[in-house]
């Protein structure tokens, strides 16, 4: 109010005109009185339009003001709305406030400059601080930023700008106000305020980025600002907000709008707003070049019904009705036609919008051309084709399986298990396999289903129709998921051939192809089977027979191969029908077979076995036109929880067998535990004998063969004996099985064979009554058959420089057993050598005579057992005599054995046998002591005393040979 009237009450013409168009706000009363101008018709005019200022002065007037925003004392004039002229002196000065710049201009009359003026403005500057006050807490509580500038530094800034920035006032005032602009805007702002200064004030609103106190972060301002005049000085003052956040939504807004429109008129999917009635209420520029219009226009104006792009307009209609009903149609595949006739594929997805009413407002809808993806399409389903042509051809099994029904079979897999296809498609998976695979199947199948990983590989049987036949398959099993669907794509190969094929290998590599019986490979698993679980419940139950068939090697040496094969299988035959249901019978070998008893508590289970076995072979056996004999010895050995392999029971087995072999054949031996102690001696020995002749261990003791009419040293045997180095003195029977057994026995033989023949030489050359002295060497079975025999006959011979009727060699019957061509062909060559054969051990075996003449045998050995017994056996004695005339007949020489006793030796005199040895004359010497002989020929019989075959001795003579012989051996 005391502004107002201050104003209005001056007597000077106070005038506020707005600086930008210079147009007046406001005059006082003086001015209407001494101008003549209302109040009214001025306000909003210009000094200049209303004739009261000259436009030239009035336009540098208000360049002056912008410049200097005061002047002070100028001399001015207006012209009245009478024509007259008023003259004063003028004072002005730019005033702003909120953002808008007024002029105050204070004209005084000349005639009155004085006092007047001095009140006025006195009172004009209470009235601005008045102002000031007012506008001040205006602006300190304004929401937006308020600040001045004087000279670059800011002398007030409100709180609302120093919030913004995070400062209090008092730290902004009085500091740089370039210190609070970013560094990358301060050359833009120095710039603005170059222009300023240079009076040129056109940006009065700008942008730019403060920084607040951190020192980092930016706000983005907005600012309106202005120059005033204060204290003379040029200024600034403006207010200022914080835009940042309005920016960055704007930003945001703008972009989205962008992409919108990117999205609507870039995309290569048609959109649209279609009434239901088949107008387009707007389309995008890819719909209208989908249907190759160049513009959404073109598009529009040419058609009257969205029908006709149809190539089937029946089927927009089908469309609107789903849509209707449905609310929204998506994906749907959609023949079409373009501008120019060429059809189309479309896939199109629509919705349907609705007014407030519920009413079909609009469709809205898009859709994209998919020709080449179903010219794509086309060309798979021929592949397809062509690959359903392979698949249906294939001789593998093709299935496609959903949810575990086939929904796919090719003819090969339906005929594998012999359904027609249509019969097996739509049959579950759990159909065709066999209850016992059921849950293996049910398991990969659930599994596959939830997308783990499962072997897509694997063997499994399936049913056939009947549901019995099992056909063995290998699957292979892919997963393929399409349209959110699971698929299994799977092939089935029928292996049930390569089955059986791997099956027979299995077999062959487990059972012996002649008997078709278990091998010993399979013998053992079974038999290692059968310990671990005896082990297991602690106690046997189980034993083995070890058979070994006595005559195999007669008969395949014999009557050929074919037999021996046949004879095999005929007694593989027979013993299959003395097993148990629990037992198992192997080939284990050449004539060898193992039987395991399972199940056995007693060890008569295993000795009825065995004994079912003795009896079975008892009954002739016929190959070809022969009828033969064979039979077996058996060792048991019975199971023990203590058996740590499968090799040490067959071993005892095996061990038990020998003992029933050299107890007399077709027998059986239970194995038990002195058999053992045998047997491991017996292993000891061949450790031992091994070492033997390595280490000079064997010795050549001879045994004195006498004319038994005179007592006359005719020769010697050949005994072989063994210094053991801790045993002592060993005779033949402590080792020889073992070294012929093991094929020592040719080594020893051949050493034996040198050492005789040279120790015979060496007597020869010693001793002049030696000269016809002569050695008999004892051959092996092994020794015999042994090819180079008769070459190394005749070089130890060579090198003993010996005659060959200084060497006579023993051999045994069973030499022609075996195989009689070839003995005799040794025996041929052997005499070619001029070697004299003795048949040894004669009458205790095959007495087979046939072949007795037609071999060039020169002496036969009465064997020491009927020696022995011929004195009180009568039946010993007569196999004596008709021994001595067999070879009397074959024109053959005796040897009688074991002479003990000088009534044997009468006997052997009066049966006529003229050569003989025993202990009656000597036993076996060594070298040493067999040397002595010579030096006194005690054993010659008296001179003069003739004797003759058949007319000597008699009993006296005999006794007196006795008694000269014990003499002698007393001195020996
Ligand atoms: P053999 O060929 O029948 O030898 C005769 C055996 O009867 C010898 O036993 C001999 O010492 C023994 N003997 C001789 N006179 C009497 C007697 O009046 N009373 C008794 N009770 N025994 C008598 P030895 O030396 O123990 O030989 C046993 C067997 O060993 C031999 O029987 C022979 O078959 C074999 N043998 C011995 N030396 C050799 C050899 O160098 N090579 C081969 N292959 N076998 C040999
Ligand atoms: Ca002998
Ligand atoms: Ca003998």
């Known amino acids: 109010m005391k502004l107002a009237s201050a104003f209005n009450q001056s007597p000077s013409l106070v005038t506020l005109t707005r600086l930008a168009d210079d147009s007046y706000v406001d005059v006082n009363d003086s001015f209407e009185r001494v101008l003549g101008y209302s109040r009214i018709t001025v306000i909003g005019k210009s000094p200049v339009a209303l004739g009261l200022w000259d436009k030239t002065r009035r336009e540098r007037f208000l360049a002056a003001l912008r ?6 004392n100028e001399p001015a004039s207006y012209r009245c709305s009478d024509g007259g002229e008023y003259h004063g002196v003028l004072n002005a000065e730019v005033v702003s406030f909120e953002g808008e710049d007024y002029v105050l201009s204070i004209v005084q009359d000349t005639a009155e400059h004085g006092d007047e003026s001095a009140d006025l403005r006195r009172n004009m500057e209470a009235a601005l601080q008045l102002s000031e006050q007012k506008y001040r807490t205006l602006v300190d509580h304004s929401q937006d930023g308020v600040f001045i500038t004087q000279d670059s530094n800011y002398t007030y800034v409100n709180q609302a700008y120093a919030d913004m920035l995070g400062y209090v006032p008092q730290e902004m005032i009085g500091s740089p106000y370039m210190n609070f602009i970013a560094p990358e805007d ?6 603005l305020w170059t222009r300023r200064r240079a009076g040129q004030w056109e940006q009065s609103a ?3 980025r403060l920084l607040k106190k951190d020192g980092e972060t930016r706000v983005l301002a907005s600012v309106r600002s202005g120059p005033i005049t204060l204290d003379g000085r040029l200024s600034s003052t403006g207010t200022i907000r914080d835009i940042t956040e309005e920016r960055r939504t704007q930003q945001a807004l703008l972009a989205a709008e962008r992409k919108y429109r990117a999205i609507f008129e870039m995309a290569v999917t048609g959109m649209y707003q279609s009434t239901p009635t088949g107008q387009y209420l707007k389309a995008n520029q890819a719909l209208a070049a989908i249907f190759g219009f160049e513009s959404p226009e073109a598009l529009t104006s040419s058609l009257k019904s969205i029908s006709e792009l149809y190539k089937d307009p029946a089927e927009r209609r089908t469309i609107n009705t789903d849509l209707e009903r449905d609310g929204r149609v998506t994906g749907r595949e959609v023949e079409m036609r373009r501008r120019d006739g060429q059809s189309i594929w479309i896939s199109l997805s629509a919705r349907v919008v609705r007014d407030d009413d519920g009413k079909v407002a609009y469709y809205e809808g898009s859709l994209h051309d998919i020709t080449a993806r179903k010219r794509v399409e086309a060309a798979l389903q021929g592949s397809e084709q062509r690959y359903r042509m392979l698949v249906d051809h294939s001789q593998v099994g093709v299935f496609i399986n959903e949810d575990g029904r086939y929904t796919y079979v090719n003819p090969a897999f339906a005929a594998m298990l012999g359904y ?12 065709i396999f066999p209850s016992d695979e059921l849950a293996a199947a049910d398991d990969r199948f659930q599994r596959r289903q939830r997308g783990e990983a499962v072997s897509n590989d694997y063997e499994s049987t399936l049913l056939q129709k ?39 290998l299995k077999h062959n590599a487990t059972h012996d192809p002649l008997t078709g019986l278990p091998n010993r490979t399979l013998f053992i698993e079974r038999l290692a089977t059968a310990m671990e679980s005896s082990r297991a419940v602690g106690a046997p139950g189980y034993a083995v027979l070890f058979i070994d068939l006595d005559s195999f090697k007669v008969v395949n040496d014999s009557l050929g191969h074919a037999a021996g094969d046949s004879l095999l299988v005929q007694v593989a035959q027979r013993l299959v029908r003395c097993l148990g249901p629990s037992d198992i019978l192997a080939r284990h070998g050449g004539d060898e077979f193992t039987i395991m008893v399972g199940q056995t508590h007693e060890l008569d289970d295993a000795v009825e076995v065995a004994e079912r076995v003795l009896g079975e072979l008892l009954k002739p056996i016929k190959l070809g036109d022969n009828e033969i004999y064979t039979n077996a010895s058996i060792g048991i050995a019975p199971g023990h929880v203590d058996y740590g392999s499968t090799e040490e029971l067959l071993r005892d087995a095996d061990t038990a067998m020998y003992r029933a072999k050299a107890a007399g054949k077709a027998g059986y031996v239970v194995f038990d535990h002195d058999m053992y102690a045998r047997a491991r001696a017996r292993l000891r020995v061949e450790t031992e004998l091994r070492q033997a002749l390595d280490n000079r261990e064997l010795r050549v003791h001879y045994q004195p063969i006498v004319a038994l009419d005179s007592g006359r040293l005719l020769g010697f045997e050949a005994l072989l004996r063994w210094e053991h180095p801790v045993r002592g003195l060993l005779s033949p029977d402590e080792f020889l099985l073992v070294a012929e057994e093991t094929g020592l026995i040719l080594p020893m033989g051949w050493w034996l064979l040198k050492e005789a023949c040279r120790q015979i030489r060496a007597w020869r050359d010693r001793h002049p009554q030696a000269r016809a002295l002569s050695v008999a060497v004892n051959l092996a079975h092994k020794q015999f058959m042994y090819a180079g025999l008769a070459q190394q006959v005749s070089e130890a011979l060579q090198e003993a420089g010996l005659g060959p009727d200084g060497l006579h060699l023993e051999i045994t019957e069973t030499v022609f057993l075996e195989n009689p061509k070839a003995a005799e062909s040794t025996l041929r060559k052997l005499r070619a050598l001029g070697i004299a054969l003795h048949l040894d051990d004669f009458g205790t075996g095959y007495s087979s005579l046939s072949y007795l003449a037609a071999l060039p045998l020169e002496t036969l050995k009465i064997d020491r057992s009927f020696v022995m ?34 009534q044997q030796l009468h006997m052997l005199q009066n049966l006529g046998c003229r050569t003989g040895q025993g202990n009656l004359f000597a036993p076996a010497l060594d070298a040493k002591r067999a040397d002595r002989l010579f030096d006194r020929t005690l054993l010659a019989l008296n001179p003069g005393e003739s004797v003759h075959a058949g007319t000597f001795p008699r009993p006296v003579a005999a006794a007196s040979l006795l008694r000269r012989t014990r003499d002698f051996f007393r001195r020996v």
Request: charged share 35%; proline share 1%; glycine share 4%.
């Open 206 to 208: 700008y942008e730019v």
């Open 420 to 431: 027609t296809e249509a019969e097996l498609t739509g049959m579950s998976y759990r159909d």
């Open 67 to 72: 410049k200097s925003h005061s002047i002070t």
């Open 869 to 902: 017994d011929m004195e009180s056996n009568p039946k010993d004695a007569a196999i004596v005599r008709t021994i001595i005339e067999l070879a009397k007949d074959l024109g053959m020489r005796t040897v009688a054995e074991g002479v003990e006793t000088v």
């Open 466 to 504: 009947d549901r019995k036949t099992r056909v063995n398959v290998t699957h292979s099993i892919g997963t393929i998921d399409m349209d959110d669907h699971r698929f299994m794509i799977g092939t089935v190969r029928d292996v049930t051939d390569q089955k059986r094929n791997e099956e027979l």
């Open 186 to 191: 301060r050359e833009f702002l120095d710039r």
